[in-house]
């Protein structure tokens, strides 16, 4: 009995060591991070949507390219750091990264689809057409589909850690896809315009850099925080299926023992 | 270690791979990845006058006639031109000089008749005043920006 209990203590430590260390770095970030982020907002959406210059060609139009930008930026950037995440559990068997990862998911999913709503809904006007097939925006969906395989993969086992290595390789295989949706607009011709950095710079206005910028470090924080706030409930959620499995040992233990 | 390092490097290899077969299809599907097709590409190759494809390029200055609702202009990649036939609403950002990809198909008297135009637009983002100024003292012109159809990327 005692042996049966012991074990599932030990691999409970195991698994929650490092946890405790990261923890305690994150729940510190956890208030600057979501106060930066309100900050940020509360700065940065009425300079976006009010107060900066409208384009020369789109007009008030333009506003939208202050939530679509970032959320692109963010999708790309989230799922890199899916990936490495994924690649680090699966090399090194590191429970947090795969941890990271599994709370990143939902999030990045949601920046990719508020990424394509903005684009379709600034393209009816702009381009005259909500969506083409072009290899931005192919590739982008293609990065939305692979946030949902991952959730859905990861859900899909009946043992959890065989449900993690799935989603994992499946990460990694999608990570191709990151160089392929960044460079489309160089090595194709689409229909999607090139990115606004170059060598040169910025081609954009330095009024309307503030407002981009503003919304980016919302966006980030407001990741930060979040997938904070992910990490703490999955960590509880885990302790207490720890919990449910320990205490069943300890009942089922004195029958099997006699 | 030894089993931590055979897994990075197994990591390793499959990315290198699936990497690697990933750009060797993505070069092989290029002419259907690539959105519209220039006029010097439409003009090199032997389209079927039936076959639906996208050609882009820039409106050339002063060849937009408007008829009611007929239109009919020329897209020029500045090396080659193709006069299009079009029917129909135009983007707001359909203008002489302006990036546009049209889908449709080549008429018999090789004039492309469109069934949709869709605008293109640039990566240059600035407030009105900025571009009247930069206009004014000639250091920058509408539609110059290279985002359009470029011709060098066209060629391959």
């Known amino acids: 009995m005692g042996a049966s209990v012991g074990q599932g203590w030990n691999f409970d430590v195991h698994r929650f060591a490092n946890p405790t260390q990261f923890m305690r770095i994150a729940n510190a970030i956890f208030p600057w991070a979501a106060g930066l982020s309100a900050l940020l907002f509360?700065?940065?959406?009425?300079i976006a949507l009010v107060t900066s210059p409208a384009d020369y060609q789109q007009g008030e139009t333009v506003r939208i390219f202050y939530l679509h930008a970032p959320a692109a930026y963010m999708c790309?950037?989230?799922?890199?750091?899916?990936?490495?995440?994924?690649?680090?559990?699966?090399?090194?068997?590191?429970?947090?990264?795969?941890?990271?990862?599994?709370?990143?998911?939902?999030?990045?999913?949601?920046?990719?689809?508020?990424?394509?709503?903005?684009?379709?809904?600034w393209g009816q006007p702009m381009w005259g057409t909500f969506w083409v097939w072009d290899a931005r925006l192919t590739s982008t969906l293609i990065l939305f589909f692979l946030y949902l395989g991952y959730i859905a993969l990861g859900d899909a086992f009946e043992?959890?850690?065989?449900?993690?290595?799935?989603?994992?390789?499946?990460?990694?295989?999608?990570?191709?896809?990151?160089?392929?949706?960044?460079?489309?607009?160089?090595?194709?011709?689409?229909?999607?315009?090139?990115s606004i950095m170059s060598k040169k710079g910025f081609s954009v206005?330095?009024?309307?850099?503030?407002?981009?910028?503003?919304?980016?470090?919302?966006?980030?924080?407001?990741?930060?925080?979040?997938?904070?706030?992910?990490l703490r409930s999955e960590l509880l959620a885990a302790k207490i299926r720890n919990a449910r499995l320990s205490q069943v040992a300890v009942n089922h233990a004195p029958q099997a023992a006699e | 270690m030894t089993r931590k390092r055979r897994r990075l490097y197994f990591v390793l290899l499959g990315l290198l791979g699936l990497g690697a077969g990933?750009?060797?299809?993505?070069?092989?599907?290029?002419?259907?990845?690539?959105?519209?097709?220039?006029?010097?590409?439409?003009?090199?190759?032997?389209?079927?006058?039936?076959?639906?494809?996208r050609v882009g390029g820039l409106v050339e200055t002063g060849s937009?006639?408007?008829?009611?609702?007929?239109?009919?202009?020329a897209v020029t990649d500045m090396s080659a031109t193709l006069k299009v036939q079009y029917q129909g609403l135009l983007p707001d950002l359909f203008r002489e000089g302006q990036g546009i990809v049209a889908e449709g198909r080549m008429g018999p008297d090789g004039i492309f008749v469109a069934h949709e135009v869709l605008a293109k637009h640039d990566e240059n983002y600035m407030p009105r005043?900025?571009?009247?100024?930069?206009?004014?003292?000639?250091?920058?012109?509408?539609?110059?920006?290279?985002?359009?159809?470029?011709?060098?990327?066209?060629?391959?």
């Open chain 2, 129 to 156: 005043e900025v571009a009247d100024a930069l206009k004014k003292s000639g250091r920058w012109q509408e539609g110059e920006g290279k985002s359009t159809p470029h011709p060098t990327t066209a060629t391959e």
């Open chain 1, 76 to 121: 790309m950037m989230v799922y890199g750091i899916m990936a490495v995440g994924s690649a680090a559990y699966l090399i090194w068997r590191h429970p947090m990264a795969n941890l990271v990862a599994r709370a990143s998911a939902p999030l990045g999913a949601i920046f990719t689809a508020l990424c394509l709503i903005c684009g379709m809904l």
């Open chain 1, 205 to 230: 206005d330095a009024g309307m850099l503030l407002p981009l910028f503003l919304m980016l470090g919302a966006f980030i924080t407001f990741y930060i925080a979040v997938l904070i706030l992910r």
């Open chain 2, 64 to 73: 937009v006639v408007k008829n009611g609702e007929n239109v009919s202009f």
């Open chain 1, 159 to 194: 043992d959890p850690e065989r449900g993690d290595k799935a989603a994992a390789i499946l990460a990694l295989v999608g990570s191709v896809n990151l160089p392929i949706i960044k460079f489309s607009v160089d090595w194709w011709n689409t229909l999607h315009q090139p």
């Open chain 1, 42 to 46: 509360v700065v940065g959406l009425p």
């Open chain 2, 22 to 53: 990933t750009a060797l299809m993505l070069t092989a599907f290029q002419d259907n990845i690539v959105f519209f097709f220039s006029p010097s590409e439409v003009a090199a190759r032997h389209i079927a006058p039936q076959q639906r494809f």
